[in-house]
């Protein structure tokens, strides 16, 4: 009960940040503009829209995954809140799921309504429903709760700027995992090659759970690939969160 109650004032907290309004805001318009963009090509109208709206969701979900997660921890501490919750019985691992639950809750409204609005406008272009992209999004969202667990991770160790730079870098990394492996398979020696390799295994794989090309060209994903992603971001995620449950657990705040 405790973690819930944490987790919803966190939502509460989220939704009243103006950022959040004006990333959302952001999405929407991308998504509307692609209807414009893809008049102005001859062909494929459908799959510029689908396209620029699934890249719309991931990017406006990782700038609110981060740009609010990393400042979870870090504004308790700042505003004193945290030193009269930890005198509570309140164990600091319900603390950080706490957090991380309310900004996933805060992402899933997100997206719901993002991906909401891509439907129905691509559904309008093709006369049909286009149920098709429940399963990208499906897959952006766990991503999302990759990126959150970062964040969360990141947060209560080190101060929001710090851990914005490193989200992000791993981000990155994550999102060009696959093409890291082939570069070092390519041009790369015995020693870059196992370092990459490591790193490969180590690293948020991100690349796996972005299935939105393969839908937007018609091309079948199947349920055990789809399965596998998103358990892969699940345990990924729990993994990460255990991690900063243990950071937090032994931080000394006095």
Request: no cysteine; net charge positive; proline share 3%.
């Amino acid at each position: 009960m405790k973690t819930v109650a944490i987790a919803f004032n966190t939502f509460r907290e989220a939704i009243r940040d103006r950022i959040l309004y004006s990333l959302l805001v952001f999405a929407l318009a991308m998504i509307g503009g692609s209807v414009v963009l893809s008049k102005l090509s001859v062909g494929g109208e459908v799959r510029i829209i689908k396209d620029l709206g699934l890249a719309a969701i991931g990017l406006v979900g990782i700038l609110i995954a981060v740009f609010i997660g990393v400042g979870l921890v870090y504004k308790e501490i700042e505003r004193r809140t945290l030193y009269t919750i930890i005198t509570k019985p309140i164990r600091r691992a319900d603390f950080i799921l706490g957090k991380f639950l309310g900004l996933t809750l805060t992402l899933a409204v997100n997206v719901a309504i993002m991906g909401a609005g891509l439907v129905l406008i691509a559904s309008a272009m093709e006369g049909r429903l286009t149920w098709e992209l429940l399963l990208p999004v499906g897959l952006t969202f766990v991503k999302l709760m990759v990126v959150t667990a970062i964040a969360v991770l990141f947060s209560t160790f080190s101060t929001p700027t710090l851990s914005a730079i490193f989200t992000l870098a791993l981000v990155v990394v994550g999102s060009l995992a696959n093409d890291l492996k082939l570069f070092a398979a390519t041009f790369g020696g015995p020693l870059l090659q196992g370092v990459v390799a490591a790193l490969y295994l180590v690293l948020p794989n991100l690349t796996t759970l972005d299935v939105g090309g393969a839908v937007v060209h018609g091309r079948p994903v199947p349920a055990a690939v789809a399965t596998l992603a998103g358990a892969y971001g699940l345990a990924y995620a729990a993994a990460l969160l255990a991690g900063a449950v243990w950071i937090f657990q032994y931080r000394d705040f006095k």
